[in-house]
């Protein structure tokens, strides 16, 4: 299975920072995905990135407020933009090989 | 519509007892994927179980077992003898045609020493 690893693991930001996730994969992987668990909730799909093309967003985000970078086949980033209170979550990527979904270990964003 | 239920919110019981998860999903596809994710406090997600719509066969790993039933459209989890170990969030999430991965709310287990 693949081995996904983010930065940073958790980090404390200001409102109305910006905070930038890297994900990196131990193998080429067409798809990645970008989720937000935020407090006692479930995971929500933030977008779907391909190498190559723009993110697809889901609905109620948008590549404004969470712009995506895509640059090869192993790393992916997403930017948390202008944060909130309400952007304190998990943010977790994910990827997909043979039908199974494997997710990074996950980013705790506190905003203050 | 795709959706995911896991009516149980909050399970607790006491070490050494079983403990079923239960897990309802709604899909219109043939063809759809089935798992399970535990979320211990640490925070990542942890796959346990991947099951496709064509194989309704149970599966069985030591002490965990899963019960797939289409007639009901039910994936329910059975943990057996739990320990404190298996104290996390348990969710479980349903693949279809969108290639999307949809999650139900997720189970918190508690077990008691």
């Known amino acids: 299975s693949a081995v996904i690893s983010q930065k940073p693991s958790r980090d404390i930001c200001q409102r109305g920072t910006s905070l930038t996730i890297q994900c990196q994969v131990d193998?080429?992987?067409?798809?990645m995905f970008w989720y937000r668990q935020q407090p006692g909730q479930s995971l929500t799909l933030i977008a779907t990135?391909?190498?190559?093309?723009?993110?697809?967003?889901e609905s109620g985000f948008v590549i404004d407020k969470f712009p995506i970078s895509r640059p090869n086949l192993t790393f992916s980033t997403l930017t948390v933009s202008n944060m909130s209170p309400e952007d304190s979550s998990i943010y977790l990527c994910?990827?997909?090989?043979?039908?199974?979904?494997?997710f990074g270990p996950g980013t705790r964003l506190t905003v203050t | 519509a795709q959706k995911v239920t896991q009516a149980q919110t909050e399970i607790s019981v006491v070490e050494k007892e079983d403990v079923t998860l239960d897990c309802v999903y709604e899909t219109r596809d043939t063809t759809y994927y089935l798992f399970w994710y535990k979320q211990p406090p640490s925070g990542e997600l942890v796959f346990l179980i991947r099951r496709n719509s064509f194989d309704e066969q149970n599966e069985i790993s030591g002490r965990y077992s899963w019960n797939f039933q289409k007639s009901t459209s039910s994936f329910n989890f059975t943990i057996t003898a739990s320990q404190v170990v298996d104290s996390a969030v348990y969710f479980c999430?349903?693949?279809?045609?969108?290639?999307?991965?949809?999650f139900g709310q997720g189970t918190t287990l508690q077990v008691k020493p």
């Open positions: 990135a391909n190498q190559g093309s723009e993110a697809t967003y």
């Open positions: 994910s990827v997909e090989e043979a039908y199974e979904q494997y």
């Open positions: 999430a349903l693949h279809g045609n969108t290639g999307k991965l949809i």
């Open positions: 193998s080429q992987v067409t798809m």
